[in-house]
């Protein structure tokens, strides 16, 4: 199991996709990792999620996790599909517990002082901001780091292209969550993200 802070680490975006048709997934995760973003985060939004992380899966360097996971059952069925992160759009404490002792690796959704205090109490440290933009945009995210201090962050929502230097370059930021990076050819795609690996460089 790899722990969450070195998926974080591994790519300065992590693309949040939502993937309709799960034909398109490995070619898709493909032109990701080709252009430098291995972490992909596929969300539970439509039938074609479970299969698409499993095809994501066979794409060598790859590492696939699912978003939008929501509840148990949904927990058991990208475990079953193999995923290899979790991503909830919140943290509740029994998904959160449930995940720890599933020992797949966690990164849940908070917006507030509370949500953090909740995860730190389940032994979690590190967290997904969102929705980023939303909830007060990096302003917010600095006031609420400040406390803090030991929390490391993915901001996710509403985060693009020309926003995403500003939040990395905050210390408690490890990368951002965006799908600005999934539009248009596959030859786009990988460029869009070579253009968006580098951002940390």
């Given at each position: 199991m790899t722990d969450i802070l070195t998926i974080m680490r591994t790519s300065a975006v992590i693309p949040v996709l939502v993937i309709d048709d799960a034909a398109t997934a490995r070619p898709l995760a493909e032109a990701l990792v080709a252009g430098g973003l291995k972490v992909l985060e596929v969300t539970l939004r439509t039938p074609a999620a479970l299969e698409?992380?499993?095809?994501?899966?066979?794409?060598?360097?790859?590492i696939v996790g699912a978003g939008t996971v929501v509840n148990q059952d949904q927990l058991r069925q990208v475990a079953d599909a193999g995923a290899e992160f979790i991503v909830s759009p919140g943290l509740t404490d029994r998904?959160?517990?449930?995940?720890?002792?599933?020992?797949?690796?966690?990164?849940?959704?908070?917006?507030?002082?509370?949500?953090?205090m909740r995860g730190l109490d389940l032994g979690l440290s590190a967290f997904k901001f969102f929705p980023a933009e939303t909830s007060g945009g990096l302003k917010a995210l600095k006031a609420l780091?400040?406390?803090?201090?030991?929390?490391?962050?993915?901001?996710?929502?509403?985060?693009?292209?020309?926003?995403?230097?500003?939040w990395l370059a905050f210390?408690?930021?490890?990368?951002?969550?965006?799908?600005?990076?999934?539009?248009?050819?596959?030859a786009e795609i990988e460029a869009k993200a070579r253009a968006a690996s580098a951002l940390r460089e």
């Open positions: 698409a992380i499993a095809e994501m899966k066979k794409v060598e360097g790859a998904l959160g517990s449930a995940v720890i002792e599933s020992g797949i690796a966690y990164l849940p959704g908070v917006a507030t002082a509370g949500d953090i780091a400040a406390p803090f201090y030991q929390c490391r962050f993915c901001p996710t929502g509403g985060i693009t292209e020309a926003s995403a230097r500003d210390g408690p930021v490890e990368c951002v969550g965006g799908s600005w990076v999934t539009g248009g050819t596959l």
